[in-house]
């Protein structure tokens, strides 16, 4: 690996307190350093822009689901063909992109650490294989645990709280599946929708047939993954997405995983005043309050843009709500005992008022939300709409007149139930765009040498011509640079790089595996020993975080 | 003015001919037609080494020679005229929106797929889901006409929304699969299964047929809106024959299993015959 000075760019590196400031950026094996020889190549900056790569800590890229959505969406990619061109693969985009065509794509999108956000741990093999074949960016997984039969069993055993063979078991899921962290996805409530169309009223609901609740299946499961001291928290997806009234199941989910940390997936969907089966309102405010008292958890926005959308998602109930609405095409999946799936093609209209609304809430919790550390930017791609729509997604929070005119398209009837007619002047500096796409979801990852230009950090930095248009400058970097060698340049990739898999380990006791094998044994329909991945090239090379460190 | 290319062999595999169409050549001299591009199996190959080219680029179009392989002619082509000079492959006419494309010989599968506009004629028979939509697409030919003399293959017009598709010959089973509206002529009859999933669409067999159980009799007339099509069907060279402009058609109304606005009109007529 060569060395590299970018040298004279405004660096934008909001985790070591740097906005703004001239100075360069030397890179060397990889790595961010402190001075390179003077016959390093050199990287004229002057005028640009000169942030961390971007890290997305929540997208759909990789596994079953994601597979099925491709397929699903046949007529949205087939005007959209990549040739092959040299060292790199052919491919299709559409809201959905093949493998090769996901890597690239972020990558031009100056991103360089993408996290796919629900795997069924009995489909690692499926997501590590897809993984594998999407370049130029590191990846992560997260394992779905939360309407795991098994576990369901441990925690009713230990009636809620966090055993020893909880802890081990989560530990040991993380291992035999090379996941990066635990995702719980509408706890409890998946399970009572797959045995019998049933839904969580309150997180107090018995799962029948288990006798634990949502509330025990999060203090559980959360508890564990925070005592393991796991990089990344629990990362939930909360009861109820999409209903009127939610956010008190929001805030109670909140309550529940308090004083421990915790991250919220695409808070913009759970946030929602009203009565069930009524007119949607906005409760961002209320939520944003409780955050702010809580730093110990974080968010995601999950912003929906306005145009196709594909909703992908674990919990199958709502999608087979999504379907009612749509009228159209719909594949559902069950995992076995682990959890469920679905997928709807979705589009969302501006003159809708449900629509509007939840695109106003979104820029609700972006523009309310006082501290950019703990609500990070998403789209619950490609749920509220593609990855490729960030560049516009941050335009509309740095550029007050363009966002006006966008409102101005919107359900009036909507925008007045949000807080977006009150003179809200925010604009996002560039620091805060840098720490929402990559300084808080790095650290939120626990991914200590991502997100940030300081000494030993990773060299993934991306450069941005410093344009008045902010969408235009976020859509199309100068350079990008991945593990110190030139990804991008202007718009086209430079070379092929497989990108990392990123994994995390914590420490178990082996014998957990005499509690599981019989409840393997009685539930699921692969044997004990065949469910761990060991398939030497699915799992390495990888970069393993521990726990605790 | 008029430019003709003329097959030199048939080609070592597949060509993907979407870049020939009437306005995109238009003004090219003959060395930078030879020099454009087309796929061929997976090589990207000059149209200089597969055709000989002559005449001038203009509003026409000549394709000559055994075209088999070659697929995608014509295909999005919003003006101009196409005339292919024997057999041709798949996807001819493809989502079109305008112009004329004739095709002397028999066409493969997909002719007129999700057009929305102009005119395919097809002297020979055509294959598999002509006029159809695409996978995963719920609409396929929104608009424009196609007029087949021989027979139609499988699933003729599923799929579509709104224009005409006429049929000399026989159309093959499935045809009208959940079709939207528009209609669907086969003098020669229609194979098994015709019409499944009709939401709005007309389907016309010349020839009886045993409609599906979704469909239910309604009554036997002789409906005047089928008379201009079948006059629009002869005017296009199809031979459309006295009895079946005065004679009564047989309408079934379906498909009942969705939407139930569509129908099946059988010719019913001995007295004319």
Redesign the interface.
């Known amino acids: 690996m060569s060395a590299l000075r970018i040298s004279g760019g405004r660096v934008h590196d909001p985790a070591n307190d740097v906005d703004g400031e001239l100075h360069d950026v030397c890179i060397d094996g990889g790595k961010v350093v402190a001075e390179v020889g003077p016959d390093a190549r050199r990287i004229d900056a002057r005028g640009m822009v000169v942030m961390p790569g971007g890290v997305d800590i929540h997208a759909h890229i990789a596994g079953p689901k994601v597979n099925a959505a491709r397929r699903l969406s046949f007529e949205l990619r087939r005007d959209d063909v990549e040739a092959c061109a040299g060292a790199l693969r052919s491919g299709t985009g559409g809201l959905v992109p093949s493998t090769f065509a996901t890597g690239y794509r972020y990558s031009l999108l100056g991103y360089t650490t993408v996290v796919e956000a629900a795997a069924p741990p009995l489909a690692a093999r499926h997501v590590l294989s897809e993984l594998r074949d999407t370049p130029m960016i590191d990846k992560a997984f997260l394992v779905l645990m939360g309407n795991n039969q098994v576990l369901f069993e441990l925690i009713r055993e230990s009636r809620g709280a966090v055993s020893p063979a909880l802890r081990d078991a989560v530990a040991w899921w993380l291992e035999a599946t090379g996941g990066y962290g635990v995702k719980l996805v509408n706890p409890g409530g998946v399970e009572l929708w797959k045995q019998n169309n049933g839904y969580v009223d309150s997180l107090d609901d018995q799962v029948a047939g288990f006798a634990v609740t949502p509330r025990q299946v999060l203090e559980a499961i959360g508890g564990a993954v925070d005592e393991l001291g796991l990089p990344h928290p629990v990362h939930v997806h909360a009861n109820n997405l999409g209903v009127a009234g939610n956010a008190d199941t929001t805030l109670e989910t909140m309550r529940t995983l308090s004083g421990r940390r915790a991250h919220f997936a695409h808070l913009q969907f759970h946030c929602y005043g009203g009565k069930p089966g009524g007119r949607l309102r906005s409760r961002a405010p209320e939520l944003l309050d409780y955050l702010g008292g809580h730093p110990e958890l974080t968010a995601d926005v999950g912003q929906v843009m306005f145009g196709e959308a594909m909703t992908t998602t674990a919990d199958a109930h709502v999608s087979a709500v999504l379907r009612d609405l749509s009228g159209g095409k719909w594949i559902n999946h069950d995992t076995e005992v682990e959890t469920g799936c679905g997928i709807v093609p979705y589009s969302y209209r501006a003159r809708n008022y449900v629509h509007a609304l939840q695109w106003g809430i979104g820029l609700e919790l972006f523009l309310l939300g006082r501290d950019p550390w703990q609500v990070m930017l998403s789209t619950d791609h490609p749920n509220g709409g593609s990855f490729l729509a960030y560049p516009k997604l941050i335009r509309l929070l740095m550029d007050r007149g363009f966002r006006e005119e966008q409102i101005s398209r919107a359900n009036q009837r909507a925008i007045r139930e949000t807080a977006l007619l009150d003179g809200l002047d925010r604009e996002y500096t560039l620091n805060e765009v840098a720490i929402v796409t990559r300084a808080a979801p790095a650290r939120r990852l626990g991914l200590r040498d991502k997100g940030h230009l300081g000494i030993g950090a990773d060299a993934d930095v991306t450069i941005y011509h410093d344009r008045a248009d902010r969408e235009e400058m976020f859509a199309t970097p100068r350079y990008v640079i991945k593990g110190g060698e030139l990804a991008v340049e202007e718009g086209e990739l430079r070379r092929a790089d497989d990108g990392l898999l990123l994994s995390s380990r914590a420490a178990f006791d082996p014998e957990v595996s005499r509690v599981l094998e019989p409840l393997f044994g009685e539930r699921y329909t692969v044997a004990f020993a065949h469910y761990p991945v060991r398939d030497p090239a699915l799992r390495e090379p990888a970069r393993i975080v521990e726990a605790g460190s | 003015m008029t430019l003709t290319l003329s097959l030199r062999a048939r080609p070592p595999a597949r060509v993907i001919a979407n870049a020939l169409i009437p306005e995109r050549l238009h003004g090219i001299d003959a060395a930078g037609i030879a020099a454009v591009n087309v796929r061929c199996g997976r090589e990207t190959v000059a149209v200089g080494e597969l055709f000989e080219i002559s005449g001038t680029a203009g509003e026409e179009l000549v394709l000559a020679g055994e075209l088999g392989r070659v697929e995608g002619i014509g295909a999005r082509m919003s003006g101009g005229r196409v005339v292919v000079e024997g057999p041709c492959g798949d996807h001819v006419g493809a989502r079109m929106s305008g112009g004329e494309i004739v095709v002397r010989g028999d066409a493969g599968a997909w002719a007129g797929a999700e057009m929305s506009g102009g005119l395919v004629r097809i002297s020979g028979d055509a294959g598999a889901r002509a006029g159809a939509a695409?996978?995963?697409?719920?609409a396929g030919m929104t608009g424009g006409e196609i007029v087949i003399s021989g027979d139609a293959g499988e699933e003729a017009g599923a799929g579509m929304r709104r224009g005409l598709m006429a049929v000399g010959g026989r159309a093959g089973s499935g045809a009208g699969l959940r079709m939207l509206a528009g209609t669907v002529i086969a003098l020669g009859g229609i194979g098994a299964e015709a019409g499944i999933g009709n939401r709005r669409g007309s389907l016309v067999s010349g020839a009886p047929i045993e409609p599906l159980p979704g469909y239910a009799f309604a009554a036997r007339y002789r409906p005047p809106a089928l008379r201009l099509q079948l006059r629009r069907a002869r005017e296009l060279g199809l031979d459309v024959g006295g009895a079946l402009l005065r004679g009564r058609w047989a309408r079934w109304s379906g498909d009942r299993t969705e939407l139930g606005r569509g129908e099946i009109l059988i010719f019913d007529d001995e007295e004319v015959l």
């Open positions: 695409y996978p995963g697409a719920r």
